[in-house]
């Protein structure tokens, strides 16, 4: 290797820990907004963040930053997997940023804090009319957006790709028309068969204390690690990375919910990926989750696959009537998986089933890529999300506050990001084949509540390369093959709490 470009690596290597240093600290600014800053800190901590972007932002964008990563490119042929990894993933983040005029970036911020108030309004007043021309100028500016950042077929392609590297309608349009032959049909067939009551809908109160220790001692059989992290209490359960060795976790505590315990793994399936992360990767960018659809994977795997899995509350059912014996006493285990394996259409996504779950993205998907391709106005919406859900769900949405105005992501502008949940339930079914095809006994692995033999496993195959491999390679070396969603409708269809 030439001695300059040995140099530029050095150098790149350098300013790739300072950025992770300030992204660490961001982390850490939101994370203090969401649990402990009190409400007066609100317009304080606004400035500190957009004073912190722009550093970040003016970073990335360094002229002096692009010449460093064509110096370090020329020589990326004889390099390790690590320093070629670094170049293609500051690479991206310099063209994505540098592609956008400032100017445009602004703007674009201005419009969505503007606009956030006024969903939240919009939907607690049930007025999609209210919400609808700055969803119009968020829509028009995405399109802008897609245009800064290029694209080759379909402009949803350029807005697809900032969340999941590579992903593009072209890729989308057969996953999601298979999605939903298979799946409309298994969702009315699954919702006719299952119980119907909600055995868990008389629950008494569960005390708080208990719930918090219920998750603490759930994270720690899963092998989330509480020297390198630690659980606190938000209004919406996230996970969060201050550093190399500090990846935390949230949860909300309900007195009549379990929704803690899913919301638990969930967030312990997002925190034991980073955990394990290789400690070559730290202060680099390649130190975290390698997409939106690879992390989501993780915790669904986590939170659904093993989490709502009889073998797996064969061993923790008692633990968890231990806890709460007033409440479970008279609940026997097989009720209990039924409980929370309960298919029900419904409207809302956050709240969806398994079976469902996609469908609610489709929707969202088939939307996004017309307003985004100019064939569809926003005014159209509310009209148009009512007919997919009766098409698709079988779901008769009762108001709009209930129907198109339910998510935050397009008053955010996040156009694009909606799919990846739905690439994160079918690689997780894909990559638990491939765990299954490892570990046959994998029902005793489960009932002995051996999960660390699961965790070392995803830590070999997933977790320590960190933002190694681009997705679609990382899931290429796990599974064998390219994404497919045969295994989640294999996986749904053998689940025995669905085919009563
Ligand atoms: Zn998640």
């Known amino acids: 290797m030439k001695k300059k470009s040995l140099h530029a690596i050095n150098r790149l290597h350098h300013r790739a820990a300072e950025l992770t240093h300030l992204n660490n600290i961001m982390a850490l600014l939101q994370w203090d907004q969401e649990v402990m800053m009190p409400s007066g800190g609100a317009e304080g901590r606004g400035a500190q963040v957009a004073t912190l972007s722009c550093i970040i932002h003016q970073k990335i964008c360094d002229p002096v930053l692009g010449n460093l990563l064509l110096e370090a490119a020329e020589s990326s042929g004889k390099a390790s997997a690590r320093d070629r990894a670094l170049v293609r993933v500051m690479q991206r983040e310099h063209d994505r940023n540098t592609r956008m005029p400032e100017k445009f970036v602004a703007a674009f911020a201005r419009l969505t804090s503007r606009a956030l108030p006024v969903w939240v309004r919009a939907r607690k007043e049930n007025d999609f009319g209210l919400f609808l021309p700055l969803l119009e100028q968020i829509i028009a500016m995405c399109r802008e957006k897609a245009g800064f950042l ?14 999941e590297e590579g992903l593009t309608t072209r890729l989308l349009d057969p996953l999601f028309a298979g999605l939903r032959d298979e799946l409309a049909p298994l969702l009315q067939q699954t919702a006719s068969a299952v119980e119907k009551r909600d055995l868990l809908a008389d629950l008494a109160p569960m005390p708080r204390h208990d719930q918090v220790r219920f998750s603490e001692t759930l994270l720690k059989e899963i092998g989330y690690d509480f020297n390198n992290g630690r659980q606190d209490v938000s209004a919406h359960p996230f996970t969060t990375s201050l550093g190399h060795r500090d990846r935390r976790v949230t949860n909300r505590f309900r007195p009549d919910s379990l929704e803690f315990i899913f919301s638990g793994l969930h967030e312990g399936g997002h925190a034991l990926y980073e955990q394990n992360i290789a400690a070559e990767l730290a202060d680099s960018p390649l130190d975290e989750g390698v997409s939106l659809g690879i992390h989501e994977s993780q915790s669904r795997l986590w939170e659904n696959i093993i989490g709502r899995s009889r073998p797996f509350w064969q061993r923790y059912y008692p633990l968890l009537q231990e806890f709460f014996p007033v409440q479970f006493k008279d609940v026997g285990l097989d009720d209990f998986v039924r409980a929370i394996n309960r298919v029900e259409p419904g409207m809302i996504r956050v709240e969806a089933d398994e079976v469902s779950y996609n469908l ?29 859900y009766k098409n698709c769900l079988g779901v008769r949405v009762d ?26 339930n079918l ?10 095809a490892f570990d046959p006994a994998w029902t005793e692995t489960l009932q002995q509540g051996n999960l660390e033999k699961i965790r070392r496993w995803l830590t070999e195959k997933i977790y320590r390369f960190g933002g190694l491999y681009p997705p679609a390679d990382l899931l290429q070396r796990v599974c064998g093959e390219e994404l497919d969603s045969s295994h989640f409708l294999a996986y749904l269809k053998n689940k025995p709490e669905f085919c009563l």
Do not use: M
């Open 427 to 436: 690689a997780a079914a894909q990559i638990w084949q491939a765990y299954r």
């Open 150 to 163: 290029g694209y080759t077929d379909h402009p949803y392609d350029a807005l697809l790709d900032l969340y």
């Open 360 to 388: 609610h993205v489709l929707v969202r998907f088939e939307l996004e890529k017309e307003l985004l391709g100019g064939t569809l106005e926003a005014a159209e919406l509310p009209g148009l999300w009512n007919d997919k």
């Open 399 to 424: 108001s709009d506050a209930n129907g198109v105005l339910q998510d935050i992501h397009w008053a955010h502008g996040s156009f694009g990001y909606f799919p990846t949940y739905t690439i994160g």
